[in-house]
C-alpha cells in the first residue's frame, strides 16, 4: 500500500489547474459511479478536463468508468462533475480516493452528491430499487483505511471529526419529496462499504445484513469521510444494481456485467431524475 503523501498545497495547486480552465466557480460536486456518465454530458456550458491535465489526480482503470471532469451549469446550479471515478481495489491508496473531494474543498465545493452500484442486501430490495444512504458502515476505515489518517491540517478540518450525521438531513428530505413526485420508490438505508473487488461470499451477506445493513458496494464511504471532514454536506444514493447471494450453492451468480446492465437500463433515468429535481430545489448552502 502506497503512504499517504498529500498535502494542502497538492490540492490548491490542482484547483489552480482547474479554475485556469473554466470560468465557472461550482458549489456542487458530483461523484458519479457506474454507467452514470450520461447525466455529466447534460451538464450546460460545460468545461470538459481530462483528469491526466490535472496534476496528481486519480485516473480509474474499470471498464464503465470515463475519466474526465465536467464543471458548467446544471438544474440552475454550477456543478463540478467526476465522469469516473477510482477505488481501492484498484490499488489507489485512500488518499488518492479523497483526492478529488479535498480538491473540491478548495474549489470551494458545499455540497457533495454521490452515487454508486451497490448489491441488495435488505430482501425488500429489487434489482432497479434506488437507495437513499441513510448512513455508511466503512469496512476499509474501520480497519485504518481511512482517508483522515495521518498528521491532521487544521485548516482542512478538525482531527476527530463528528460522523453522526454524515448524510444530510435535509437533502434526504429533499430527494425523498423529489422521488414522490416522480412516482417511483426510494428506499433509505444503510451502505456497507467492503474494498472488494470479489463480490460477498454468502456467509458475507448474512453478516451484512445482520449487523444491519442494507446495501454493499466498493466505494463512496472513503470520499463521504473526507467530505465531512472538510465540512462538505453529503447526499448519497445506491443504486441497486443487483440482488446479492445469501447461500452457498445457488444457480445465482453475480457479475459486472449484471450491474451495469442494470445501471444503464432501470437504475440511471429514475437517478437522473432524482439528482435532476434536488439540484432544482435546494438551496446552493
Ligand atoms: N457487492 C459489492 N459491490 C457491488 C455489488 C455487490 O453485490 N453490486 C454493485 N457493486
Not at 28 to 35: A, E, F, W
Not at 49 to 68: C, D, F, K, M, N
Not at 115 to 139: C, E, P, R, W
Not at 170 to 177: I, S, V
Request: hydrophobic share 40%.
Amino acid at each position: 500500500m502506497r503512504t499517504p503523501s498529500f498535502s494542502r498545497s497538492d490540492y490548491l495547486a490542482a484547483a489552480d489547474v482547474i479554475r485556469k480552465a473554466t470560468a465557472h466557480r461550482p458549489t456542487v460536486g458530483l461523484i458519479l459511479g457506474s454507467g452514470l456518465g450520461a447525466l455529466a454530458d447534460s451538464v450546460e456550458a460545460p468545461s470538459i478536463i481530462p483528469y491526466e491535465q490535472i496534476p496528481l489526480w486519480p485516473r480509474s482503470t474499470v471498464a464503465g468508468h470515463q475519466g474526465r471532469l465536467v464543471i458548467g451549469r446544471l438544474e440552475g446550479q454550477t456543478v463540478m462533475v467526476l465522469q469516473g471515478r477510482v477505488h481501492f481495489y484498484e490499488g489507489y491508496s485512500i488518499q488518492e480516493i479523497a483526492f478529488p473531494v479535498r480538491v473540491m474543498q478548495a474549489m470551494g465545493v458545499q455540497t457533495l452528491i454521490v452515487t454508486n452500484a451497490a448489491g441488495g442486501i435488505n430482501k425488500s430490495y429489487v434489482s432497479g430499487d434506488l437507495m437513499l444512504i441513510s448512513d455508511h458502515i466503512n469496512f476499509p476505515g474501520m480497519v485504518g483505511n481511512n482517508p483522515l489518517v495521518g498528521p491532521n491540517d487544521e485548516q482542512l478540518g478538525p482531527r476527530f471529526p463528528d460522523m453522526s450525521s454524515a448524510y444530510d438531513g435535509k437533502l434526504r428530505a429533499l430527494a425523498r419529496r423529489v422521488a414522490a413526485q416522480a412516482g417511483f420508490t426510494l428506499h433509505e438505508g444503510v451502505y456497507a462499504c467492503l474494498s472488494g473487488p470479489n463480490f460477498e461470499t454468502p456467509a458475507e451477506i448474512r453478516m451484512l445484513r445482520a449487523i444491519g445493513a442494507d446495501a454493499v458496494g466498493m466505494s463512496t464511504a472513503p470520499e463521504v469521510v473526507a467530505a465531512r471532514h472538510a465540512g462538505i454536506r453529503v447526499m448519497g444514493v445506491s443504486g441497486i444494481s443487483n440482488a446479492t447471494i445469501d447461500t452457498v450453492d445457488s444457480s445465482l451468480k453475480t457479475s459486472h456485467e449484471e450491474v451495469l446492465y442494470n445501471m444503464n437500463n432501470s437504475i440511471v433515468p429514475k437517478l437522473a431524475t432524482l439528482i435532476r429535481g434536488v439540484l432544482s430545489s435546494m438551496d446552493s448552502a
